[in-house]
C-alpha cells in the first residue's frame, strides 16, 4: 500500500463514512490519516469508528494514523421568542446575559467572559460573519451595539470576537471528557481548537503527557500574532480556513495560510491546510476548478497534508472527494516546477548533529540515484527532520513504535514500517533496511539506499551516522 506522493491526505469520518467498506475504500484510494471530530457524534460513534479504522490497519498492514478534533468553546446567542428576527444596517441591538429569549431589540449572549474582554468600537461577527456588530458601550453584563451589517438571525448561532483576546481556557468540560476518551483509546494526535496564546498548547500537553502528538488549530488571529511561540509548543499545525476566515477578511487568509506553512517547515513540524478545499464535493460527483487549484497551492507551498472535511464525512461523494485530491496531489508533484518551489523555498537547519546528517541526507540523495532514505527511529524525530528536508528520495521510517509509526502517517514523504523490535548493531541496521526496502517496492538488487540512524541503538534523540548501501 505505498503511497506514489509525498503530500498526506486526512480525511474526517462521519455519517456518510462509518462503516468498514467505506473506511477501507477511503484508505486504499489515499487517505492515510482518519479525523474524528468530536465536535459531533457520540463516544460511541467514535469508539466504533476507531475500531474499524484499526481493523483496515491489520488487514492491509498499514500504520495508520487517527486525528482527535477536540471542539473546543463555541460562543453562541441565546434563543429568540419568535423565531429568527431581522437587524438591520444602522439598527442599535444589544447583547446581554439575561437568559429571556430575545427580539429584534435584543437577546441573550451567555458568556460573561466575553463581556469581561470586550471595549468600544470592537466588533462581533455572527453567523460566521454575516452579520457585524460594533459595541458603542459595554459593561460586565451587556453590551449595545451598532448593526454594521445585519440580515436575518436565528437562534445559537456562532459569535466570533476577531479583535479580542478572550480570558478563557481552549479546553471545556466537554474537551477534557473527550481528551480523557479519546486517549483511552489511543488516538495518535490531539487538534486543540480556538488557540489563542502559547499557554493553551502547554495546557494540552501537560494532559496528554507524549500520549499522543498534540496539533494546533490556528484560527484566532491572535494565535497568529504569537505563531512562532505556537509552533514552538505543539507537535503538528492546522491552518484551519473557515473560522480564520471569519476572524480575518478573506483576502488575507492566503498570505497567512503561506505564512504558517513556512514557519512549520522552518521548525520541522508537519502543518495540515484545511477548510472548504473540495466543498463542493459534498454535492458533486466533481469538484470546481478553483478547488482543483486551491489544494494544489497547498501542495505546492509544501504542506505536509491536506484535509477533508464535510466531503467525506456528510458529503454524498466520499470516495470520490479523497481519490480525486489523491489524483490532484499525484499531478502537482509530477510537475518539474514543483520541485524547483520545494528547493527554492528551503529554509535554514538548525545548528544541530540531526539536521547536519539529514541535510547530508538530502545532498546525498540529489547527487546519487538513491532508491531511498532510510531512517530509524524511536520518537519520530529523525524522520520529521529528514521529511523536513523535503528530499527527492522516498523516506522510509523504520521504527519499533507503533505508536509513532501512526503519528508518522501525517508527514509528508514518510512511508513508516513498524518493526517489531530495535536492531542491535550495524550490521543488522543495514541488513534490515535493505531487507525492508526491497520488500517496500523501493527498489531492486544493485539500487543504492541511504540510512540514516542513532548511535548507540534503541536511545532516541542521537541522529549520528549516515551510511550509504546497495540492495
Given amino acids: ?95 446581554d ?47 449595545a451595539t451598532r448593526v454594521i451589517a445585519g440580515g436575518a438571525l436565528s437562534e445559537r448561532k456562532g459569535v466570533n470576537v476577531p479583535d479580542v483576546l478572550l480570558p478563557i481556557s481552549a479546553l471545556t468540560e466537554k474537551d477534557r471528557r473527550d481528551l480523557d476518551f479519546g486517549l483511552s483509546l489511543g488516538v495518535d494526535w490531539v487538534a486543540l481548537s480556538f488557540v489563542q496564546r502559547p499557554e493553551d498548547m502547554q495546557e494540552l500537553r501537560d494532559i496528554v503527557q507524549g500520549r499522543a502528538g498534540v496539533m494546533a488549530k490556528l484560527e484566532k488571529p491572535a494565535a497568529i500574532e504569537s505563531l512562532a511561540a505556537v509552533v514552538a509548543l505543539c507537535d503538528a499545525v492546522m491552518v484551519a480556513r473557515g473560522d480564520l476566515g471569519v476572524e480575518l477578511p478573506a483576502e488575507q487568509v492566503p498570505r497567512i495560510q503561506k505564512r504558517i506553512v513556512r514557519e512549520c517547515r522552518r521548525a520541522g513540524k508537519p502543518v495540515v491546510v484545511a477548510t472548504q478545499m473540495l466543498e463542493s464535493m459534498t454535492q458533486s460527483p466533481v469538484p470546481t476548478r478553483a478547488e482543483a487549484s486551491d489544494v494544489a497551492t497547498a501542495v505546492y507551498d509544501g504542506a505536509d497534508a491536506v484535509m477533508l472535511s464535510a466531503e467525506s464525512a456528510s458529503g454524498r461523494y466520499p470516495v470520490e472527494a479523497v481519490a480525486t485530491m489523491d489524483r490532484i496531489l499525484a499531478e502537482v508533484e509530477r510537475d518539474p516546477h514543483y520541485r524547483e518551489l520545494l528547493d527554492a523555498s528551503a529554509d535554514s537547519r538548525d545548528p544541530t548533529v540531526a539536521d547536519a546528517i539529514c541535510a547530508s541526507l538530502r545532498q546525498v540523495a540529489a547527487l546519487l540515484p538513491v532508491a531511498a532514505m532510510v531512517t530509524y527511529t524511536r520518537s519520530g524525530w529523525t524522520s520529521l527532520r529528514a521529511a523536513r528536508e523535503r528530499p527527492k528520495a522516498p523516506v522510509l521510517s523504520l521504527t519499533p513504535n507503533r505508536d509513532i509509526a501512526r503519528r508518522l502517517a501525517l508527514a509528508w514523504g514518510v512511508h513508516t514500517v513498524h518493526l517489531g523490535s530495535d536492531v542491535k548493531n550495524v550490521d543488522e541496521m543495514v541488513s534490515t533496511a535493505r531487507s525492508t526496502a526491497q520488500a517496500e517496492g523501493y527498489g531492486r538488487a544493485g539500487d543504492a539506499i541511504v540510512i540514516a540512524a542513532g548511535m548507540p541503538f534503541g536511545k532516541a534523540g542521537t541522529t549520528n551516522l549516515l551510511h550509504v548501501a546497495q540492495l
Fill in 1 to 95: 500500500m505505498r503511497r506514489l506522493r509525498h503530500a498526506k491526505i486526512v480525511a474526517t469520518l462521519g455519517p456518510a463514512s462509518s462503516d468498514l467498506a467505506t473506511i477501507r475504500a477511503l484508505f486504499d484510494v489515499g487517505a492515510d490519516v482518519f479525523r474524528l471530530n468530536f465536535s459531533h457524534g457520540t463516544h460511541t460513534q467514535h469508539q466504533e469508528r476507531l475500531e474499524l479504522i484499526r481493523r483496515v490497519e491489520r488487514e492491509t498492514g498499514r500504520p495508520i494514523g487517527v486525528l482527535l478534533d477536540l471542539q473546543g468553546p463555541k460562543l453562541r446567542v441565546g434563543t429568540f421568542a419568535a423565531g429568527p428576527v431581522r437587524l438591520e444596517a444602522g439598527a442599535v441591538f444589544r447583547l
Fill in 97 to 143: 446575559l439575561d437568559p429571556a429569549p430575545g427580539d429584534e431589540r435584543r437577546v441573550c449572549l451567555p458568556h460573561p467572559e466575553i463581556f469581561a474582554a470586550l471595549k468600544p468600537d470592537t466588533d462581533l461577527l455572527i453567523d460566521d460573519g454575516k452579520i457585524r456588530l460594533r459595541v458603542e458601550a459595554c459593561g460586565t453584563d451587556f453590551a
